[in-house]
């Protein structure tokens, strides 16, 4: 069972790279969320050792927003491991490294996933009301 979040509003303007990226992403994503869990971790592993640099943080920010604004545009689930997948291949297409973070919290239990870098949670509430507990960052 999933709760749903209030995220922020997507603050960046994309351009039309950022866009097409984005859906190219989107459908990778929609695949590699149907395998398992250490197969996706090692999918995961070697598009990270592709992208030679650590994206910023505006840039995360940008992969994220434009991963937000294609989950509108696809058919089907768009969750957050949708998004968060889609941000991680979003930066890797534009050559930049971003971890995705797998989490949990009790009461109600609840799971999460979202992108990071520079160690800082990426298109996250600024002040969650209750935190997730990071499970694996990959």
């Not at 989107?26 to 969320?33: C, E, G, I, K």
């Not at 971890?99 to 239990?109: E, K, S």
């Amino acid at each position: 069972m999933t709760s749903h979040m209030v995220l922020p509003p997507i603050q960046q303007r994309l351009t039309a790279v950022d866009r097409v990226s984005a859906l190219t992403a989107h459908v990778l994503a929609a695949v590699l969320v149907r395998l398992s869990l250490p197969y996706l971790t090692k999918v995961i592993t070697v598009v990270s050792r592709c992208c030679r640099r650590a994206a910023t943080p505006l840039e995360a920010e940008i992969a994220a927003d434009a991963a937000r604004w294609a989950g509108g545009w696809m058919p089907g689930r768009a969750a957050c491991l949708e998004n968060a997948l889609a941000a991680m291949l979003t930066a890797a297409i534009r050559g930049r490294r971003v971890h995705v973070c797998l989490g949990a919290r009790m009461q109600p239990y609840a799971v999460h996933a979202w992108i990071e870098t520079a160690g800082k949670a990426i298109g996250e509430p600024r002040q969650p009301d209750r935190p997730y507990h990071l499970l694996l960052r990959i």
